[in-house]
């Protein structure tokens, strides 16, 4: 079964720390694995996406690393921000299905 | 505005009640999906669209729910004598196949409260 695992599932930093969230997976065959922020209220926001090939990929303060062998990546945020506050959700594409897997996310609270 | 739009952005309806929810998506994208996403949740995905084809349906989506996307453009959502368990956000995103790794587009989301 194709399955997204996110920790923690909420994280309080104050504002100018860095956190890193971490997205464990079982997809098989894997196509690509994206990040996506979502703000309350309001749909996801694509902040990088990777391949197979690929180990990092910057946005800015976000850093995304995948580790395909063991199936898991994670999002580094350096620096934070008052509005980095938002869910952070991992999405994994492939495992034989046109429809992308959505973990649960992590909340992060970014305290002044 | 190029992104995707849905409407309303908020319903509040009462238990029996019929409600239509419509996205527009991205012009030239031929792909459109449906989520439902409750409080503390991902998005878990309920149908897509190739252009006006639906090609899957989740087993969430139960009889009472039915989507149309006539035209290949925009799409509705509808929800037939709901019920509290429908309260959720439905989202809507749109993508361009083929294309560089599908990459999904959200619209803001309608916020559908059931009494």
């Known amino acids: 079964k194709n399955q997204v695992e996110q920790s923690p599932q909420s994280l309080i930093i104050l504002e100018g720390k860095n956190c890193t969230l971490q997205?464990?997976?079982?997809?098989?065959?894997?196509?690509?694995l994206r990040w996506y922020k979502q703000d309350t209220g309001r749909g996801p926001v694509s902040l990088t996406i990777?391949?197979?090939?690929?180990n990092t990929k910057s946005n800015g303060r976000y850093t995304a690393t995948l580790d395909a062998d063991t199936k898991q990546s994670s999002l580094h945020i350096t620096a934070s921000q008052l509005s980095d506050s938002a869910s952070y959700i991992c999405?994994?594409?492939?495992?034989?299905?046109?429809?992308?897997?959505f973990g649960r996310g992590t909340s992060l609270i970014v305290h002044p | 505005d190029t992104g995707v739009s849905q409407d309303p952005r908020h319903k509040i309806t009462k238990r029996g009640q019929n409600v239509t929810f419509r996205c527009d998506p991205i012009?030239?994208?031929?792909?459109l999906y449906w989520y439902r996403q409750t409080l503390g949740q991902g998005p878990e995905f309920l149908t897509y669209?190739?252009?006006?084809?639906?090609?899957?349906k989740s087993r969430l989506l139960s009889d009472r729910f039915s989507a149309e996307r006539p035209k290949g453009s925009f799409s509705t959502l509808e929800i037939q004598r709901t019920e509290q368990g429908d309260s959720a956000m439905y989202l809507c995103?749109?993508?361009?196949?083929?294309?560089?790794?599908?990459?999904?587009?959200f619209g803001p989301g309608t916020r559908l409260l059931v009494l």
């Open positions: 990777m391949t197979f090939s690929e």
């Open positions: 999405v994994v594409s492939g495992g034989g299905s046109y429809i992308p897997t």
């Open positions: 012009s030239e994208h031929n792909r």
């Open positions: 669209f190739q252009n006006e084809a639906q090609l899957e």
């Open positions: 997205c464990n997976y079982t997809v098989s065959p894997f196509s690509n």
């Open positions: 995103a749109s993508s361009l196949v083929p294309g560089h790794e599908e990459t999904q587009y």
